[in-house]
């Protein structure tokens, strides 16, 4: 017997039907080498990024600046987590960023008004929450494109904040040291929101790969007809996928007003933006079907560290736009590129 038909014969009982000629089967052990390089790409980039911040300043390891670091990792990587529900399946959500406004306001109006820090949170849930089945309703029932809804309740809900708070920020009042423990509080030198950020991504990354749900949100953004055919519940999971973007945009208001102590209605301003960003970076596909939470981690840490790097340089706000865009423009072309060659 030819090698060739041993090696066939030996696949067959593996459960693997590819030829034994394939590039795979040349050299396996060279392709799960160059496999782990790929998929820890990303890490590898953000390592890159810290090595070049600690050459470019000496203050990036400091302890304080890397607790500034891991609470603002924290604030972006919730609102993140989020749109990767979205992002899965081929939607999108610019209303995150207003949403945290909004929540921020409603929030801090609650607290100033001595109305109790259980009463603010639930007022804060509710405006995410709200934000989310508007969201789900338009696009599943009246068909309204995700760009567009979206686009259009980030601009209601902007409207609503600066209307509520008449465009000035307000105190959180009486409540505000024991409610500012959220945002700025710690348990053994972790901070809270770091803490937060760790739970909602573990539950996010459990949720999308060992739940039917999570499987239903991959086949959903890799092909709508071919999941509805198949039997999942598409308008169900478009509409749940909106609902966690709201309601984590609301955490992520939450936790801003509790470390400010004060409730902005231009508080999240451009968060939808570098939430996008995140996801992009983090290898998250925008055609949808393709992505996982630990990208969005990784992807939030170096947007992160990217911008601390620049402040740290004195690079002016404007500057880092630019940068920032980019950045999530040669993302998306690589996206593109390897997808092409993975087809090829």
């Known amino acids: 017997m030819s090698t060739q038909k041993i090696a066939s014969v030996?696949?067959?009982k593996d459960g693997n039907e590819r030829p034994s000629n394939t590039p795979e089967s040349v050299n396996p052990r060279k392709n799960a080498v160059v496999r782990i390089l790929k998929q820890g790409a990303i890490g590898w980039v953000l390592l890159a990024l810290c090595v070049v911040a600690y050459i470019a300043t000496p203050y990036f390891l400091t302890v304080d600046n890397l607790i500034i670091v891991a609470r603002q990792t924290a604030l972006v990587g919730v609102v993140a987590v989020g749109m990767t529900f979205v992002i899965l399946t081929a939607g999108i959500d610019l209303s995150v960023g207003a949403v945290v406004g909004l929540?921020?306001?409603s929030v801090s109006y609650c607290l100033a008004n001595g109305y109790g820090i259980a009463a603010a949170l639930a007022a804060g849930a509710v405006v995410g929450l709200l934000v989310g089945v508007l969201n789900g309703v338009g696009v599943n029932l009246a068909k309204?494109?995700?760009f567009i809804m979206t686009l259009g309740m980030m601009t209601m809900a902007r409207g609503i904040a600066l209307t509520l708070s008449n465009g000035k920020p307000i105190g959180v009042g009486a409540e505000a040291e024991a409610f500012s423990w959220i945002g700025a509080g710690d348990v053994l030198g972790i901070p809270v929101?770091?803490?937060i950020f760790a739970v909602v991504a573990a539950v996010a990354a459990f949720v999308l790969r060992y739940t039917s749900f999570g499987r239903a949100v991959y086949a959903v953004g890799d092909n709508r007809e071919a999941a509805r055919l198949s039997g999942i519940r598409v308008k169900r999971t478009l509409f749940i996928v909106y609902v966690?973007?709201?309601?984590l945009a609301a955490l992520t208001g939450i936790i801003y007003v509790s470390r400010l102590t004060v409730g902005e209605p231009t508080a999240g301003m451009s968060l939808e933006l570098?939430?996008?960003a995140i996801v992009v970076i983090g290898g998250t596909s925008l055609f949808g079907g393709q992505g996982k939470i630990s990208g969005t981690i990784i992807g939030a840490a170096i947007v992160t560290v990217l911008s601390n790097l620049l402040d740290l340089l004195a690079v002016s706000s404007f500057t880092q736009q630019i940068i920032k865009g980019v950045i999530v423009i040669?993302?998306?072309i690589l996206e593109r590129i390897q997808n092409r060659h993975s087809n090829d």
């Open 10 to 12: 030996g696949n067959l």
């Open 103 to 105: 929540t921020a306001v």
């Open 144 to 146: 309204v494109p995700p």
């Open 193 to 195: 929101p770091v803490l």
């Open 244 to 247: 966690i973007a709201g309601l």
């Open 274 to 276: 570098d939430a996008i």
């Open 330 to 332: 040669a993302a998306v």
